[in-house]
T-cell receptor, first 111, second 113 residues
Framework: SQTIHQWPATLVQPVGSPLSLECTVE??????LYWYRQAAGRGLQLLFY??????ISSEVPQNLSASRPQDRQFILSSKKLLLSDSGFYLC??????????FGPGTRLTVL | GENVEQHPSTLSVQEGDSAVIKCTYS??????FPWYKQELGKGPQLIID?????GEKKDQRIAVTLNKTAKHFSLHITETQPEDSAVYFC????????????FGTGTSLTVIP
């Protein structure tokens, strides 16, 4: 069966520090991968999605970037965090049957 | 692009009553409509989905209906229980593509014991 992992689960970072969040998927190949951000009490904002290795589409201009170095690995990065980057970051994958599955999320607090 | 609207934003029901959440979409090409349940501090979990070639789908106490002509779909939860309390999101997408999912803004459901 398919499993999606995210780490770390929680992260507290100072403003201006770098960021690296990792997402990996097990039990499937060539998935579509997605990064979402969810502000407190708000909906899901799509940040990036990828249909293959090295293929990244950005939905929202920001100081974040994404990379897909391996088929089942998706990384969200920033060189300098802003206060507004705080939120709940969710990775998701989409399989051949269209269904999108979410990971457990990373709670990021920027102080 | 696609636009999904979801209502109501908050919903309180007595335990045992039914709850209905409604979504509308704008792109008639969308053909896959999932519903997610998100508990506090967790990632959204798929609870039911429907494709455009079907008008209704049921799974125990949960059902989803789709009206393609009116471009709206609804989630129905019967015999609600306190553990149904969560935020529910609807979504729309075009299947078999690399297209993104378009999500509603969420409904916070509270089931009062």
């Amino acid at each position: 069966s398919q499993t999606i992992h995210q780490w770390p689960a929680t992260l507290v970072q100072p403003v201006g520090s770098p960021l690296s969040l990792e997402c990996t998927v097990e039990g499937t190949s060539n998935p579509n991968l997605y990064w979402y951000r969810q502000a407190a009490g708000r909906g899901l904002q799509l940040l990036f999605y990828s249909v293959g290795i090295g293929q990244i589409s950005s939905e929202v201009p920001q100081n974040l970037s994404a990379s897909r170095p391996q088929d089942r690995q998706f990384i969200l990065s920033s060189k300098k965090l802003l206060l507004s980057d705080s939120g709940f970051y969710l990775c998701a994958w989409r399989g051949p049957a269209d269904t999108q599955y979410f990971g457990p999320g990373t709670r990021l607090t920027v102080l | 692009g696609e636009n999904v609207e979801q209502h109501p934003s908050t919903l309180s029901v007595q335990e045992g009553d039914s709850a209905v959440i409604k979504c509308t979409y704008s792109d008639s090409a969308s053909n896959y409509f999932p519903w997610y349940k998100q508990e506090l501090g967790k990632g959204p979990q798929l609870i039911i989905d429907i494709r455009s070639n079907v008008g209704e789908k049921k799974d125990q106490r949960i059902a989803v209906t789709l009206n393609k002509t009116a471009k709206h779909f609804s989630l129905h939860i019967t015999e609600t229980q306190p553990e149904d309390s969560a935020v529910y999101f609807c979504a729309a997408t075009l299947s078999n593509t690399g297209n993104q999912f378009y999500f509603g803004t969420g409904t916070s459901l509270t089931v009062i014991p």
